[in-house]
């Protein structure tokens, strides 16, 4: 079945650290790719996306995320991670072939140590 | 607040009731989607709605559920004789055009469903 993999459930890391999430699919045309965070207590927010062109994007609050088609990965980063980064973060997946739907992963759990 | 708006936020509801619960997209916005959200996973497509046509349903979306969006507006999600099983976060988005055009979807709060 097509799917969006997120290798880690669960990210504990300190201040100043530097985090790399990683996201898989298995589509194999066309797609649209996001990652969405959600702070405690608060809705689903667009960290990052990509559409087209450079597959290295920037995102909002420092994050970036490269495509790297041949392994079908969109990886999110972040150099420096701040107590305030502790969220839950979600990549998904938008096949172009498959109209307007996102599928998205199971989610990373991360909590940054002050 | 100009963002995606559910309600109510939280329903608590004994097996076998019905529920309907409300979703408010950003004005102007024309595709409005429904997500299902368990605990510990991320957010399952249910269905998506261009102006008041309803374009997709997944098959998680039985026949016990029912979603409308009769002006292209504000859409309903409707859960009958619910089960257990229904217990979940219920999210909406709503988005200006196609995600292959480079829109983006916003989500609101969600509502949150337990069936006892």
């Known amino acids: 079945a097509q799917s969006v993999s997120q290798h880690n459930h669960h990210v504990i890391l300190s201040e100043a650290a530097s985090l790399e999430l990683g996201c898989n699919y298995s589509?194999?045309?066309?797609?649209?790719l996001f990652w969405y965070v959600q702070y405690p207590g608060q809705h689903l927010q667009l960290l990052l996306k990509?559409?087209?062109?450079?597959?290295l994007v920037k995102g909002i609050k420092g994050f970036e995320a490269e495509f790297i088609k041949s392994k079908f990965s969109f990886n999110l980063r972040k150099p420096s991670v701040q107590w305030s980064d502790t969220a839950e973060y979600f990549c998904?997946?938008?096949?172009?072939?498959?109209?307007?739907?996102?599928?998205f992963g199971g989610g990373t759990r991360v909590l940054v140590k002050p | 607040d100009t963002g995606v708006s559910q309600n109510p936020r939280h329903k608590i509801t004994k097996r076998g009731q019905n529920v309907t619960f409300r979703c408010d997209p950003i004005?102007?916005?024309?595709?409005l989607y429904w997500y299902r959200q368990t605990l510990g996973q991320g957010p399952e497509f249910l269905t998506y709605?261009?102006?008041?046509?309803?374009?997709?349903k997944s098959r998680l979306l039985s026949d016990r559920f029912s979603a409308e969006r009769p002006k292209g507006s504000f859409s309903t999600l409707e859960i009958q004789r619910t089960e257990q099983g229904d217990s979940a976060m219920y999210l909406c988005?709503?988005?200006?055009?196609?995600?292959?055009?480079?829109?983006?979807?916003?989500f609101g709060p969600g509502t949150r469903l337990l069936v006892l």
């Open positions: 988005a709503s988005s200006p055009g196609d995600l292959g055009r480079g829109e983006t979807q916003y």
């Open positions: 589509y194999g045309g066309t797609v649209n």
């Open positions: 990509y559409f087209s062109g450079d597959p």
């Open positions: 998904a997946v938008n096949p172009q072939a498959a109209g307007n739907k996102l599928t």
């Open positions: 004005s102007e916005h024309n595709r």
């Open positions: 709605f261009q102006n008041e046509a309803q374009l997709e």
